[in-house]
């Protein structure tokens, strides 16, 4: 009997090592894999070839305090007009003059540009007027312009180089159907005073006192009739 017990006891120990056998398991240790970084070459960025804002072609330029940029355009007129019908409308051929050049401050005693119509002449030969029945003349008109502000001026060459000529037609066309024109050109007098190439001078003090004495008497010719 004890002999049967003990190769039971020797039994139970042997499957009890061999369940502990393989209940254990291996341990591996966790491989390392080699993290690659890559390299990014940096986008080298080149300049364009047309850059967005194209740079002025008149740079600003500085004006000294008293001076002025000075100009004279001198437009061609044909129609049935002379020089006394320019001087008779001088006012609106200078503000057609003024919006054809985009300034907003700009006049005969404009504050940023002043014009002036200088000169005013007849062109038109003989034959040309037999040709047009005497109802057409060709005009040289030049208006002259005194330019304080730098801005102004830039505006003013830019305009000139390309809208001007046909923003004058247009507007002349529509303030005088019968009148054409046909060429503008200009010429740059450079920096000066302003008043003098306006032939707008001071007057002296004796035509200041024949002006009191021209107001006086016709103040004495206004009394003397009243009374």
């Given at each position: 009997?004890?002999?049967?017990?003990?190769?039971?006891?020797?039994?139970?120990?042997?499957?009890?090592?061999?369940?502990?056998?393989n209940?254990?398991?291996?341990?591996?240790?966790?491989?390392?894999?080699?993290?690659?970084?890559?390299?990014?070459s940096?986008?080298?960025?080149?300049?364009?070839?047309?850059?967005?804002?194209?740079?002025?072609k008149?740079?600003?330029?500085?004006?000294?305090?008293?001076?002025?940029?000075?100009?004279?355009?001198?437009?061609?007129?044909?129609?049935?007009?002379?020089?006394?019908f320019?001087?008779?409308?001088k006012?609106?051929?200078?503000?057609?003059f003024?919006?054809?050049?985009?300034?907003?401050?700009?006049?005969?005693?404009?504050?940023?540009?002043?014009?002036?119509?200088?000169?005013?002449?007849?062109?038109?030969?003989d034959?040309?007027?037999?040709?047009?029945?005497?109802?057409?003349?060709?005009?040289?008109?030049?208006?002259?312009?005194?330019?304080?502000?730098?801005?102004?001026?830039?505006?003013?060459?830019?305009?000139?180089?390309?809208?001007?000529?046909?923003?004058?037609?247009?507007?002349?066309?529509?303030?005088?159907?019968?009148?054409?024109?046909?060429?503008?050109?200009?010429?740059?007098?450079?920096?000066?005073?302003?008043?003098?190439?306006?032939?707008?001078?001071?007057?002296?003090?004796?035509?200041?006192?024949?002006?009191?004495?021209?107001?006086?008497?016709?103040?004495?010719?206004?009394?003397?009739?009243?009374?």
């Amino acid at each position: 009997m004890s002999t049967n017990w003990l190769a039971l006891l020797l039994a139970v120990l042997l499957v009890s090592m061999a369940l502990c056998q393989n209940d254990t398991t291996t341990t591996e240790a966790p491989s390392v894999e080699t993290t690659q970084y890559f390299t990014i070459s940096p986008t080298t960025l080149r300049p364009t070839a047309n850059p967005s804002v194209a740079p002025t072609k008149s740079p600003t330029i500085a004006i000294e305090d008293g001076q002025s940029a000075l100009y004279k355009v001198t437009t061609k007129l044909s129609g049935a007009l002379d020089c006394d019908f320019v001087e008779k409308n001088k006012g609106p051929f200078i503000i057609i003059f003024c919006s054809a050049c985009d300034l907003p401050y700009c006049g005969l005693h404009g504050e940023g540009a002043r014009v002036d119509i200088t000169e005013c002449t007849a062109i038109a030969s003989d034959a040309r007027r037999r040709l047009l029945q005497d109802t057409s003349a060709l005009l040289d008109v030049t208006f002259s312009v005194a330019i304080k502000d730098a801005n102004d001026l830039n505006t003013f060459e830019q305009t000139l180089e390309t809208s001007f000529q046909d923003s004058f037609q247009t507007e002349v066309s529509v303030e005088y159907s019968f009148i054409t024109v046909t060429e503008v050109s200009s010429v740059n007098e450079g920096t000066g005073d302003g008043d003098e190439f306006l032939g707008d001078t001071e007057p002296s003090f004796g035509e200041r006192l024949e002006g009191s004495y021209a107001v006086v008497g016709i103040i004495c010719i206004v009394i003397g009739t009243t009374w």
